[in-house]
């Protein structure tokens, strides 16, 4: 009996040889880029995020130009692209023609404390939907969601008659006490806690002693501070430039920024350029306030996005 001897099989491919030198490997592994090293933004980027500013910062150029023309110059075609010289003379003019003194301070106090507000229960409740367990917390929880898909104007004729019994008519706690939280904050805060807040943290704090407020207050709000500052951004612009609610609710001589842009567009004639002063006051206050605290806002929302 004779047996075969061995072939290797006509399909199988032979072992190709590494054909990279020594030399080609350590230059391939030197242009990798390593853990945690930053790289260098080419050409095309900073032509992109150069196009993406100018987009940006072209509306406010604009409300600048138009505001330190006059009316006429502003109509005309082509518009102008410049600015003039009556910048001064009409952001006076709109300063005491739509009382913006007390449309400023009102502004600052309705805008502060709804976003104090809706940061703190905000924070709150996210808390106890994430981590806490308690009889009908899923029910409540679609309940406050259910509440977004209501339109605001169902509820005017209502809360107008609330805030009249209460004796809020044209006062700012009319427009404050409606808005204390708001459904979105709290579906944020709580998306947010439950994937930055580990349970063992709060089971820590359970094993110490600490209550649920000691909790909040010791181991949730350092951990939700990105989170909130999100949050009290967003709610703090919302509730400066909000108009329809207080335009209902208020009257002009206790007016908000948004109300006392209209008494500059009351005129059967409408000065533009003095409608663009009002509105380039009203938006100086929100450009200071990103300036001073963009940096505290950017790191806590760049600290929340880093792990480990």
Known sequence: MTTDTARPRADVPEPIADTVSPTSRRLRMSLRPKAGQQQKAGPVAYILLGLAALFSLFPLYWTMVAASTDNTRVSQTPPPFLPGPNLFKNLSAAWQDAAMGTALVNSFIVATTIALSTVLFATLAGFAFAKLRFRGRNILLMLVIGTMLVPPQLSVVPLFMMMTELGWGQKLPAVIFPTLVSAVGVFFMRQYLLEALPDELIEAGRVDGA??????????????????????????????????????????????????????????????????????????????????????????????????
């Open 211 to 308: 209550h649920s407020l000691r909790i909040f207050w010791s181991v949730v709000l350092p951990v939700a501070r990105p989170a909130m500052a999100v949050i009290f951004m967003i709610t703090f612009v919302h509730a400066w430039n909000d108009f329809f609610w207080p335009f209902i609710v208020l009257d002009m001589t206790n007016p908000t920024i948004p109300v006392a842009l209209t008494q500059l567009s009351a005129g059967y004639v409408r000065d533009q350029s003095l409608i663009m002063a009002g509105a380039l006051l009203g938006t100086l206050p929100l450009l200071v306030m990103f300036i001073a605290f963009g940096k505290q806002i950017v790191g806590g929302i760049m600290q929340g996005a880093v792990k480990g």
